[in-house]
């Protein structure tokens, strides 16, 4: 069964300070895995990706991820947060071809980033 | 290009009614999948359409239901609300199947 989990409900950082927010993922096959973020009363903003290749993905906004295979992880980090990257985070995997384009998406990490 | 809008934003119904919701996706997307998010169980897939044609299917009841047009615009329905709806459901849409792109979502209300 294709699951995510996001083991941290709340990450709480100071600005300034590098960041992280952890997720595992269970999925059958070679995963592609995702990164959102969502802003309050706002739809869920695409951040980066996982497919293939360098293990370590490059998105929008300063974020990166590194995908671990060993590990199952696919956390997402800044080196360096800012106040206004307090947010909702989600990570999501896409299921195996069969199901072509079902995503299952973690329960979300709040990251409280504090001046 | 115009991001994916979905209409309305807020809804209040009451118990027993049925609703419809509407997502128009990005211009050339010709999958449209939609979410209900809830702060109990965070962000479920309900349905996948493609090519008018429902492609997935989350685990909800048969009262909710959809469909797509030739034009890839979507519409979610919901039939004898239930409090437990109340939700903000969320469209997406995508090019190739890989990254989605989310609208804004209709906040429901369910009295």
């Known amino acids: 069964a294709q699951s995510v989990a996001q083991p941290e409900d709340q990450v709480n950082v100071a600005e300034g300070n590098p960041l992280t927010v952890k997720c595992t993922y269970s999925?059958?096959?070679?995963?592609?895995l995702f990164w959102y973020v969502q802003y309050p009363n706002r739809g869920l903003q695409f951040l980066l990706k996982y497919i293939t290749g360098d293990n370590l993905v490059k998105g929008s906004y300063g974020f990166e991820a590194e995908f671990n295979k060993s590990q199952t992880s696919f956390h997402l980090k800044k080196p360096s947060a800012l106040v206004s990257d307090s947010a909702l985070y989600f990570c999501?995997?896409?299921?195996?071809?069969?199901?072509?384009?079902?995503?299952?998406f973690g329960s979300g990490t709040k990251l409280n980033v504090k001046p | 290009k115009a991001g994916v809008t979905q209409t309305p934003r807020y809804l209040i119904k009451t118990r027993g009614q049925q609703v419809t919701l509407s997502c128009s996706p990005i211009s050339g997307h010709r999958s449209v999948s939609w979410y209900q998010q809830t702060p109990g169980q965070g962000l479920q897939f309900l349905f996948e359409?493609?090519?008018?044609?429902?492609?997935n299917k989350g685990n909800f009841p048969g009262r909710f239901s959809g469909r797509q047009f030739s034009n890839s615009r979507s519409e979610m329905n919901v039939s004898t609300l239930e409090l437990g709806d109340s939700a903000l459901y969320l469209c997406a849409s995508s090019p190739r199947g890989d990254e989605q792109y989310f609208g804004p979502g209709t906040r429901l209300t369910v009295t």
């Open positions: 999925v059958s096959g070679n995963p592609y």
């Open positions: 359409y493609f090519s008018e044609t429902q492609r």
């Open positions: 999501a995997v896409r299921a195996a071809l069969r199901n072509f384009n079902k995503f299952y």
